[in-house]
């Protein structure tokens, strides 16, 4: 049940097929739209300030009589207009004006206008001010007639469409609205004082007394209404999402099945799996052991092992006869899992098949002939393993590490690959941690776990901020660290997307620091290099022939190189604080102590220097990802813009993290009672979106 049902914007006074086309690409395609385009701010013109009580900068309205108007050839042409008001005078200036608007501001006319102030060379002015000859006749300000009753809101708006307009068709929408009276689809007692269609109208139109700073905050009680009901819907939703998977049945995987193979497994490591490993395994395992698909997400530092975790339950999969499919989403990191897996899996007799871009020929042929004949148990690759030329004989348990930086199809075309054997168990990895109120929202369709313990003798990573004017002192650095032995990385960043761009930066970089260190060997990896050349410097780093790698974020996820001791970011400004904190987790996984040098180029904006002295003061993951959250919002910090599994239209992280415990208390009242109320608000609120969080 939506709020309206649909009606086309050409229904509007004022929309033909232009602008109705500049809406829908800016993401308005019907009336509905209209009335969750909520305003960004408001402007207070209910009051008229007199011209002697103007103040240089202030947003003011004000009411006066036009005594001349002229266009002057100065620098620029303009027009320019004085009223008085018996206070005082005011100078009007437009630099871009008709005709028309020469002849309406002829002297004696009397305007309302608004807009900012600003201290001319011959007292105040505002800069194309919106004004409006007022009638004759017409009442003014003394009677409350010419300025408007309400705050005036301010939209957020696209190239094209002004203000005005967008006034006029959010103020027609709430006429289709006060019309249909939408019902209310939540329970009594949960929304209160606004039903939603007075929440709607007040929130477009507050009246002149609405306290301003409640509503720039998104905390006033017609916000929290529409969040609410919002995040209703989105938990629903998922719920709903998570019922559906799992009333496929997946198969039943045996636990004591894998035991042997698991025991052989840990005996042959060099060290015991943490406590936190040791129970996020048995969780995992229960949940394979029943004929339901298992949905678990497994979140954990970096370095915490997670890796173990998901072999521990790939041996489970395989002993009872199931294939298993892991899914990374760069080169860089499959090729580490597959250089694990098949350490550990080689002894025990287990293969592992590599699927990736650059897998091509007879031997891709020959490896989606394995996986589909089931001569293969574990299949590693990129997103080459999701593409319809590869399937599986018995696919039991997919795994997927780093999900979020996934698209939304490639997931869910991995999960469908089971065939006749109903769905596979899913298994989600990543090593950046989720605040608890975002993975309350985000992933309340999936089981958690949390792997919150670092294995034995792990050192905190040592972070400084050092100005990049210090940057020989930087290299110096460098230098002593691999005299010593050590080896180190240097990270180029680049605000630009384009991976030539960063690839340029990278190899001056490279460049420098060769000539600045002629005996040692500096290595480079960046995104346009061919997938064989990255692997090839990446083994030679991690075999000690390289002693310094500069790098682009490529590195961000997956590089195990445990002599590395020290790292260099390049601008970390220009970095969130979680891929930071990956970065940083590529030292600190061998003995003794390691450094992270944050080479910054001044000045800092405020959140740039928030950012850095967050990573300086902690190692924590869960710490830097709430403050990441905090000065980010949940859609950078899940990489979920894109899919839209976050594109609320109302509700704010984390500003409204207050409403979850009532979201849920909700979502469970309602799904005691009329599931065709479950129907409305998932309909009203998500529409078409379940679908982005299937992972």
């Not at 636990?255 to 995992?284: C, K, N, W, Y």
């Not at 469908?416 to 054997?421: F, L, R």
């Not at 990896?525 to 682009?552: C, D, N, Q, S, Y």
Request: aromatic fraction near 6%; charge should be neutral; include cysteine.
């Amino acid at each position: 049940m939506a709020v309206l049902e649909p009606i086309p914007l050409t229904s509007l006074r004022g929309v033909g097929p232009k602008l109705a086309q500049q809406l829908a690409d800016y993401g308005v395609t019907q009336v509905e739209d209209l009335l969750f385009h909520l305003p960004l701010r408001y402007q207070d013109r209910t009051r008229i300030t007199p011209i002697a009580g103007l103040q240089d900068g202030s947003e003011v309205s004000v009411e006066g009589e036009v005594r001349l108007a002229d266009i002057v050839f100065g620098r620029r042409r303009s027009l320019v207009a004085r009223i008085q008001d018996g206070t005082g005078t005011l100078t009007l200036r437009f630099f871009h004006f008709s005709a028309a608007q020469k002849n309406s501001l002829q002297p004696g006319a009397r305007l309302y206008c608004f807009g900012q102030v600003r201290r001319g060379a011959n007292g105040f002015e505002i800069f194309h001010p919106e004004y409006r000859v007022l009638e004759p006749g017409e009442p003014g300000s003394a009677t409350g007639g010419a300025q408007p009753a309400t705050l005036t809101p301010v939209y957020p708006t696209t190239t094209g469409i002004g203000q005005a307009q967008w006034r006029k068709l959010c103020s027609q929408a709430l006429g289709f609205l006060q019309r249909a009276q939408p019902r209310d689809l939540l329970p009594a007692g949960s929304r209160q004082p606004f039903t939603l269609v007075q929440a709607l109208q007040y929130l477009h139109a507050p009246p002149a007394d609405a306290p301003l700073d409640a509503l720039l905050e998104g905390r006033h009680p017609a916000q929290l209404r529409l969040a609410l009901e919002e995040l209703v819907a989105h938990h629903l939703s998922l719920l709903r999402l998570r019922a559906r998977q799992q009333s496929t049945p997946a198969p039943a995987l045996a636990s004591d099945a894998g035991q042997g193979l698991q025991h052989r497994l840990l005996q042959s490591l060099p060290f015991s799996p943490t406590g936190a490993q040791q129970r996020v395994m048995q969780e995992i395992a229960a949940d394979l052991a029943r004929p339901i698909p298992m949905l678990r997400l497994v979140q954990g530092d970096v370095g915490s092992g997670k890796t173990l975790v998901a072999a521990h339950a790939a041996l489970q999969a395989i002993a009872n006869g199931f294939q298993v499919a892991l899914m990374a989403p760069t080169e860089i990191l499959a090729e580490q899992h597959r250089l694990n897996f098949e350490a550990w899996f080689t002894p025990l007799g287990i293969g592992v098949e590599w699927l990736s871009g650059r897998v091509k020929g007879k031997a891709r042929e020959a490896a989606t002939a394995r996986l589909a004949a089931g001569e293969a148990a574990l299949a590693v690759g990129t997103h080459a393993l999701f593409q319809e030329s590869v399937a599986f004989q018995r696919l039991g348990l997919v795994m997927v590490d780093e999900q979020h930086k996934f698209g939304v199809h490639q997931r869910l075309a991995l999960s469908q690959k089971a065939g006749a054997e109903g769905r596979p168990h899913q298994l989600v990895l990543t090593a950046t941690p989720i605040p608890r109120t975002l993975s309350m929202v985000a992933y309340a369709d999936l089981d958690f776990s949390v792997i919150d313990e670092l294995p034995p003798g792990r050192e905190p990573v040592t972070t400084v901020l050092i100005d990049s004017q210090r940057r020989e002192q930087v290299i110096a650095r460098v230098a002593g660290a691999c005299a010593s032995g050590r080896q180190a990385y240097w990270v180029c960043t680049l605000i630009e997307e384009s991976d030539s761009l960063q690839a340029q930066a990278a190899e001056a970089t490279a460049e420098l620091l060769r000539e600045a260190l002629p005996g040692l060997q500096v290595g480079l990896v960046h995104g346009r290099m061919k997938p064989a050349e990255k692997a090839a410097v990446m083994a030679a780093f991690k075999g000690g022939e390289i002693a310094l790698l500069v790098a682009t974020t490529v590195i961000e996820v997956g590089v195990d190189v445990p002599n590395a001791s020290l790292m260099v970011i390049e601008n970390p400004e220009r970095l969130g604080l979680a891929q930071l904190h990956q970065l940083r987790g590529r030292v600190g996984r061998g003995g003794g102590a390691s450094h992270c040098v944050l080479l910054y180029q001044s000045p800092l904006s405020r959140s740039g220097q928030q950012r850095l002295v967050a990573m300086r003061e902690s190692n924590d993951g869960f710490y830097i990802a709430e403050k990441d959250l905090e000065l980010r919002g949940p859609g950078e910090v899940l990489g979920t813009r894109q899919t839209g599994l976050l594109a609320f239209r109302i509700a704010e992280l984390p500003a409204h993290n207050h409403l979850l415990d009532a979201v849920h208390t909700i979502a469970h009242t309602l799904q005691q009672g009329d599931p065709e109320i479950i129907d409305a608000l998932i309909q009203r609120w998500t529409a078409n979106r379940e679908k982005f969080a299937e992972v």
